[in-house]
């Protein structure tokens, strides 16, 4: 029969504007946080990242923000641009003695309007 | 520096047919992982290599084996294929580095293996 598959959610934006995409995490005890970027048929790739002993770091045109009480992570792109449009993921890192080991959030879509 | 390789690109099983996909990477990066991704949702880690010689399971390992076979290759192999490992299957690699205030553990991927079981 026909599967359905699990729609991601969706934001759409014109181009100019900024974008904020939003990611809640689980684990009070994650000490690295990373934001990659997927554009479709390639593997994820790396935007910025943040450690939990900071709650903003800035790059080119992306700032990741986190908020450790509410365990919350967000991505700001300032003036988005068609090439922005992709699939979003922020992962929460664990590091154990054997190595850091990533968690992926579902993903955020980001559409961008000409 | 070509970064993480995976082999084949695209792949088309029967269920019960066996297969090993390969990865390597040329950063001499000490951790390897593999994820799938299913349609609509993120990665989730099959197995992992924090380093040579040394291998875990991630979240779904069931139906998986791996080989860490030196510092540069990490194999995955399937058994005995079932339509539910139909999926999109990337492999990482990993080193911490440490810069100013802060380490960092971002993981490079490859372009991924997209297996189709009927």
């Known amino acids: 029969g026909e599967s359905v598959g699990l729609h991601l959610p969706t934001l759409s934006v014109q181009e100019g504007d900024n974008s904020i995409i939003n990611c809640a995490y689980s684990?009070?005890?994650?000490?690295?946080f990373i934001w990659y970027k997927q554009e479709s048929g390639k593997g994820p790739q790396f935007i910025i990242d943040i450690r939990s002993n900071m709650d903003k770091r800035q790059g080119q045109r992306v700032t990741v923000l986190l908020n450790k009480t509410v365990k919350h992570l967000s991505l700001q792109i300032a003036a988005t641009q068609p090439g922005d449009s992709a699939v979003y993921f922020c992962?929460?890192?664990?590091?154990?003695?054997?190595?850091?080991?990533?968690?992926f959030g579902t993903g955020t879509q980001l559409k961008v309007e000409l | 520096n070509a970064g993480v390789t995976q082999t084949p690109k695209f792949q088309v099983l029967k269920t019960g047919q066996s297969m090993t996909l390969q990865c390597a990477q040329d950063m001499n990066h000490n951790s390897m992982y593999w994820y799938r991704q299913d349609p609509g949702m993120g990665l989730r880690l099959i197995y992992y290599s924090a380093s040579e010689g040394t291998t875990d399971k991630g979240e779904v390992p069931n139906g998986y084996n791996v080989s860490r076979l030196n510092k540069r290759e990490f194999s995955l192999r399937l058994e005995s294929a079932a339509p539910s490992q139909t999926s999109v299957y990337f492999c990482a690699s990993s080193e911490r580095t440490s810069g100013g205030v802060t380490s960092s553990y971002e993981q490079y991927f490859g372009p991924g293996t997209r297996l189709t079981v009927t």
């Open positions: 684990n009070s005890a994650s000490d690295y």
């Open positions: 992962a929460e890192n664990l590091l154990t003695g054997g190595g850091n080991k990533l968690t």
